[in-house]
């Protein structure tokens, strides 16, 4: 392999290709769909000058609304006007433009809106301020240097009225080597989309320098600082392409050598694009001269919108992708400049089978140190990513990851033709061609040679997997099950040798694996501790659900849910362990299976947070068709009544309820059917009351408010409400009526809800006497705590009111009136700081364990994985206010550091 490296080097010619970098890097940069196009012509005309074969351009849709594998499709874009002029500060600017996209493209957001009238005049403000309650409409929030321009601070600005965003963030990095450098921002939305798309709210958005960055936040800070914002940016419906080229191998089937286009920095990716045709064009040189074999697969060059465009070849070509492909490798960010960069290399995820695998061991073994590409990370279980996660096994397309990990100029406008390296760059062609040419032109008389040592790499595999799982002191069922599936997933790659053709060595090799395993798992039985069987609510739990995948690809951008119902799933989906539990997902395995495949193949034990994190995204993705769901343990309004009966719910009563959805396991009818059930079980003659707090603070006991979850308070929006989605859906319901406090407000249905609701008035003490806590105590209502545990018991709050503790402060708000504008109301004797009981569980904070050994009445009752309690209003205040007497500091915390308490204990 080395002698093919060298002749492989050779051939490559790195003046050529470092132009040719250049070209296309610089078609790139405007961002717009104008230059998207234009850098697909020059790619399309770079393959022919490679002399590559059947060349096309594949247009596909930019209309915002096709979808392709849960990835909606951008929507067309161009600008050329984007400027951001300072006309008043306190502190003036030496360059009053800070933003200009004639100068840089970078300065303007890709996706801003036009400014209807051409240009404005607006304030700005920091992000400080926006959470602050300073008024943001209209104005420009700069963000602070550590936010993320991305979904969650441009949603809430919009929300807030602000028109758009200022970041410097990923100037930052490198704001000591590069001071001039401005980030490029890729995903300015308000979703999980990478690109504005249909019904996408308009916006403008800057990236400027970490110094104008600083400068900003300084005199925004001080005084009023407006600027001028130009912007003629266009969304409009209209198509973005795909380049392939296909030359024809021995066998029809293809090898995919993928690089995305469209994102405007020198090494990401116009390397990739230009390093895949180039190793293309020395394979087919090489081939020529005789110093490689001829090809046994077809090769297809795929240059598209990274996942987007990617998901959308995929479709183009069929949608299930394992009878037209063997395998791919992605070129990204090769990082071709820097003499200390080292490769990662991710294999091709065990998703789908892949003989490549094997052949890449092969191939870094050989190369350990000789004089080629350094490799720092090999991983040999892969990655699925936004690169590689075609390998899903859905889609069926295995993909190997060569990257580049640096950081420092990563998605900034410093990432130039200065940071590649021709010499450099030319060795990574050599270093990733060689081996690619190693996966192509692999035939039959080689084959044989090659499944020998893909055995031996496979036996090395069994011994470590043996080795840690006698060193983790599995259990011997554990042990020998995470054995079988090393077996598995080596047998596999091995099969898929077949590719090349059938041979009686993969059969033998196969066998060998075999024999070795049954000698470990003897070995296993014997030596194996008879360790605790491993326990868990909700991995136990997750044995009772099958999961199944019912649509091609991972999904992501949820396009098809109305936004509010859109949420953000486990690990981005694609950017952890949650890909491998869902490609995993075969229909015949359950979801305990297939998380601890997903373990296995990371080598981690998750916790019980993880999995209930994995299982409540598995439970939303089924209840809206991304995934099929089979639940063996399910909860029906029938099994909710009757837990709620046990509980000691009796017909007539005044309830006030506490939840948690997530608590139980599958609950059949969801929210809808618990509320029903509450229903159902006080009867006609009955009250049930919800907390439907939200979070409309400004300022708080003299602190200003620091939490993104600010809203100014606004009746008509359910989605403010920050108490659960059992509260949010019983706020919509027919009927139910709701206290016009801001900050606590409280909903009701049945025939004390009245009573209970409309004392209070926006400006009274969230849980003083008018609130619906004292109405409680005096019509004898009791509290439920469905599946929250008791930490959320604001009830206490009421009787820190009566005791007129020292420590409930005044508090501003922001309240929305009903023609959009806001007005500010002052509420005293809210609830600022800390108290024990937050953190209780079950029962084990100060004041729950005093209360419950003096007297306090607790009922309680199970509900699939989770608990219902109930208390009794009177007797609770009655303990309460008898325990406040003795001690008025048995509600605060003993954790000397925390400021608050230690402040007001007495
Ligand atoms: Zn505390």
Known sequence: MNELFAKFLNCVDRNRIYNEVENLWRKEFPQTSRAYLAAAEY????????????????SFPADGKTVYQDKCMPLAWDATIGKLTIRKSPRPFAEPVIADYQRHPFHLVKGS???PEGKRLVKIITETQLFAGEDADGALVVCAPSTVPGAAILKTALDLGAIGLISDYYAQACRVQAPEAIGWVNAGTEGANWHVIEGDRPFVCFSITAGAGDQLRQAAEVGEVTALVECDGRRYQGSIPGVTALIPGRQKKEFWLMAHLYEPLSDDNSTGVVAAIEMVRCIKELIAKGDLPELEFSLRLVFGAEMYGFAAFAEHFGGNLSERTIGAVNLDSLMAGNPNQRLHVYAAAPGTPFFGNALLEIFLDQWKDKN???VAKFAESGWYDDDTLLTDRTVGLPTVWFIGREKMFWHNSALTMQLIDRRIFARICATIGTWIASVVTLNKASLAQIVRQAGAYGLSHLAIEYRNILQKGLSADEGSEQLLYRLQRDCERLEDFREVGSDPEIERQIELLQAATQGYLAQIKEQAPVTEERKGKWFDYSATVLASRVERGFPHDQTRLPRCQRRSLPDGVIYGPFSRVLSNMDGQKTLQRVIREAEWEEGTVFSETKIKEYLGAVMFLGKHGFLKVEYNQKITHADILSALQNVGVRSGDCLFVHSSASAFGWIEGGETAVIEAFLDAIGSTGTLLMPTFTSPFNSFEGTLNKGRRYRPFDPEDPSQVRVGSIPRTFLQMPGVIRSRHPSHPVAGIGSLAAACLEAQQENDPPTGETSSFAKLVEYKGRLVYFGCGLAPSTFLHYLETVADLPYLKDSVCRVKNKDGSLRTVYIPKNLPGDRDFYRDVDGNSKF???????????????????????????????????????????????????????????
């Open 43 to 58: 790619t399309l005309e770079l393959l022919r000058e490679a002399g590559m074969e059947n060349v096309e351009m594949i």
């Open 113 to 115: 809106a036009a400014i």
């Open 848 to 906: 729950f364990k005093k209360a419950l050994a003096s007297g306090l009445k607790m009922n309680e009752s199970t509900l699939g994985c989770g608990k219902i309690r109930l208390l009794e209003a009177e007797n609770f205040y009655a303990v309460g206010m008898k325990l406040l007497s003795q001690d008025p500091n048995i509600l605060l915390c003993d954790n000397e550091e925390c400021l608050f308490c230690r402040k007001y204990k007495q």
């Open 372 to 374: 080629a590409f350094p």
